[in-house]
């Protein structure tokens, strides 16, 4: 269609209508990453705690708990992602070596890995049921008690599991596996941080 000074008339209100939403879009999604860039700086690593949160400004919108709850979300899928790489890979991985050092931190870390996908998917539910009607702030720092200990458990598990290669000697199986439970370690790390902050401000 091409415009004439008849058209024109009628249809700037509509571009400037849409222009206005646009730009509206724009500034709530900078407002958001912002804010998810600065409760990022209560973590252990921000960066990784940013670059892997921003992408979900939209489901955020600026609340520590919608933060909190997609933290422990991606956590949760990073961990499983990490013990599924160790259930695919086990007869492989073993294959590496004789080193029974090894073989054992190998059982050890998928066992701890599954415990702490375990406790990660607990928060993640407990999350889910935060703010129902008629909730009490009583029942509000029970269910975040519970959420912060499972994810603290999940931590823990996890660090057992790099702990575990500590007196392995450098090699395949090490390099294959460690990195992968560090990475984990750190998106729970700082799901947990998030976490902290939430319950913190105490308002379900």
Request: net charge neutral; with cysteine; hydrophobic share 40%.
């Amino acid at each position: 269609m091409t415009l004439t000074t008849t058209t024109l008339p009628l249809l700037l209100p509509l571009l400037l209508a849409a222009a206005a939403s646009a730009a509206g879009d724009y500034h709530r999604n900078s407002t958001t990453t912002d804010y998810i860039r600065s409760s990022c700086n209560a973590t252990l690593y921000p960066d990784l705690c940013y670059t892997s949160l921003s992408r979900y400004s939209a489901a955020v919108q600026q609340s520590p708990r919608r933060l909190a709850r997609v933290a422990i979300g991606v956590a949760l899928s990073k961990v499983r992602r990490t013990a599924s790489f160790l259930a695919n890979n086990a007869s492989a991985l073993a294959d590496y070596g004789s080193d029974r050092r090894a073989a054992a931190a190998l059982h050890d870390c998928r066992s701890n890995l599954g415990d702490a996908a375990e406790e990660i998917r607990g928060s993640l539910k407990q999350m889910r049921q935060l703010g129902a009607a008629g909730a009490t702030e009583e029942a509000f720092r029970f269910q975040m008690s519970n959420v912060q200990t499972w994810m603290s458990a999940a931590l823990t598990d996890e660090e057992t599991c790099t702990d575990g290669f500590q007196d392995v000697a450098d090699g395949e199986v090490k390099a294959a596996v460690y990195a992968r439970a560090a990475e984990a370690k750190k998106y729970t790390s700082n799901a947990l941080a998030l976490v902290n902050t939430y319950a913190a401000a105490g308002t379900p």
